[in-house]
C-alpha cells in the first residue's frame, strides 16, 4: 500500500512543476517583448508593422530568413532614438518624416542598394530632423495643467503633461477694513488663445484648498475681481479656477485677511459728506449773464476788442455799406423812372 502511494504521489506533483516552469518561461518572454518593443519605439510609434515588412521585402525578397535579418537591422539603425522625447505639437511632423523616409527607403531598394547602408543614413537624417523641431517650453512650477509643455515620449508612444497638481498654493492677503482688495487670477505660463473662462468662489472665515467648502460667485466672471470697500465679513478664501473649454488648468486661492476695528477717520469723513450731500437742497440757481457790450464800449474799451467782437464789427460794417449802397440804387432808379 505505501509503495503504491509512493509511486502515485510524482505523476500528481509534475504538471504542477510543469506548470510553473511554463509561467515562468512566458512571463520572461512576455517581458523580453515588451522590453524590446520599448526599445526602439521611436520606430514603432510612426511607422507600422505592414510599412516596414514592405519595405524589407523590396530589398531581401519574401524569404522569411533574409526578412528577418533586415528587420533586426533597421529596428538596430534607430537604436539612438530610444529615448526620444518631442514636442507634442510636433507629432505630426514627425510622422510625416517618417512617411517620407519610408518613400525614400523604396526607391533605394529599387536601386539595389545594401538595406544596412540605407538603415543607417535614413536614421542619421530623422535624427537630424529630431534635432531641428521646435522645443516645447519647459514646465513652470507651482502649478497648473501646462498643454504647452506636453511632451511625445517614444519610448512608449505616449504623451505626458508636468508633473504638477493643479492646486496652486494659498495666497495671503492682508488688507486694512474700509480699503481695497484686488485678485488677479493669472498664472506664470502660457494660456490657450481662445476659449477661456475664470469661475469664482468664496467660502467665509477659513483659510483652506477643500473645493467642498465654496460657493459659486456669479457676479464674478473675468480675471481680475475687486471687493470696494472690505469689511470685516469679507474675511475667507477666495478661489479662481480657470479652464479652457470647461476643462480646469489650475485654480488659484486668495486668502483675505480683513483687519478689523473702527472705521478709520476717512470713513467717517466720507459717511458725513454723504449725509450733507443725501440732505442737501437745491437753492435757485444763480445764472451768470453773459456780457454784451455795445458798441461804444466796444470802441472805447480796448480789452473789448476781441477777434470775436472784430469780426463783430466787420460784419456790422459791411452790412451798413451794403444797406447804404441798396438806398442809393433804389433812390436813382425811383428817380430815373420819374422822368
Keep these: 500500500m505505501t509503495s503504491q502511494r509512493l509511486l502515485s504521489s ?6 504542477s512543476v510543469m506548470g510553473l516552469i511554463s509561467l515562468v518561461g512566458s512571463t520572461v518572454l512576455l517581458f523580453l517583448l515588451i522590453f524590446r518593443a520599448s526599445t526602439w519605439a521611436c520606430l514603432f510609434c510612426f511607422t507600422t508593422y ?32 530610444k529615448d526620444t522625447k518631442i514636442n507634442y505639437d510636433e507629432r505630426s511632423y514627425l510622422h ?24 543607417k543614413d535614413a536614421a542619421r537624417k530623422l535624427k537630424r530632423t529630431i534635432e531641428h523641431l521646435k ?31 493643479l492646486d496652486c498654493p494659498v495666497q495671503d492677503m492682508l488688507v486694512n477694513r474700509g480699503d481695497q482688495a484686488l485678485f488677479s487670477c493669472i498664472v506664470a505660463f502660457q494660456l490657450p488663445e481662445s476659449e477661456i473662462t475664470y469661475s469664482w468662489k468664496f467660502v467665509g472665515g477659513v483659510r483652506t484648498r477643500d473645493v467642498t467648502y465654496f460657493r459659486d460667485m456669479p457676479g464674478a466672471h473675468g480675471y481680475l475681481a475687486r471687493i470696494r470697500p472690505v469689511q470685516p465679513k469679507h474675511g475667507g478664501t477666495f478661489s479662481c479656477v ?13 486668502y483675505l485677511n480683513a483687519v478689523t476695528g473702527p472705521p478709520p477717520p476717512e470713513d467717517t469723513e466720507l459717511q458725513v459728506t454723504f449725509r450733507e450731500v443725501m440732505n442737501w437742497t437745491p437753492a435757485e440757481p444763480e445764472m451768470i449773464q453773459p456780457w454784451r457790450p455795445s458798441l461804444g464800449e466796444l470802441l472805447t474799451n480796448p480789452q473789448a476788442l476781441t477777434l470775436g ?20 440804387w433804389l433812390f436813382f432808379r425811383w428817380y430815373l423812372s420819374g422822368n
Excluded at 51 to 80: H, N, P, Y
Excluded at 96 to 119: C, G, I, N, Y
Excluded at 309 to 328: D, K, Q, R
Design 10 to 15: 510524482p505523476p500528481t506533483q509534475r504538471p
Design 242 to 254: 480657470i479652464l479652457h473649454d470647461q476643462r480646469p488648468l489650475a485654480r488659484l486661492y486668495f
Design 135 to 165: 522645443k516645447a517650453p519647459a514646465c513652470i512650477p507651482p502649478c497648473g495643467v501646462q498643454e504647452v509643455a506636453r511632451l511625445f515620449h517614444c519610448s512608449g508612444c505616449f504623451s505626458k503633461l508636468c508633473d504638477l497638481p
Design 309 to 328: 467782437n472784430l469780426f463783430l464789427l466787420a460784419a456790422t460794417a459791411a452790412l451798413g455799406s451794403a444797406s447804404v449802397t441798396l438806398l442809393v
Design 96 to 119: 510625416d518624416e517618417f512617411t517620407q523616409m519610408t518613400v525614400s527607403l523604396h526607391e533605394k531598394a529599387a536601386r539595389r542598394e545594401p538595406f544596412w547602408l540605407a538603415f
Design 50 to 81: 505592414e510599412e516596414r515588412l514592405r519595405v524589407c521585402q523590396l530589398f531581401v525578397g519574401r524569404e522569411e530568413t533574409k526578412i528577418s535579418l533586415c528587420r533586426d537591422e533597421l529596428e538596430g539603425a534607430f537604436e539612438d532614438l
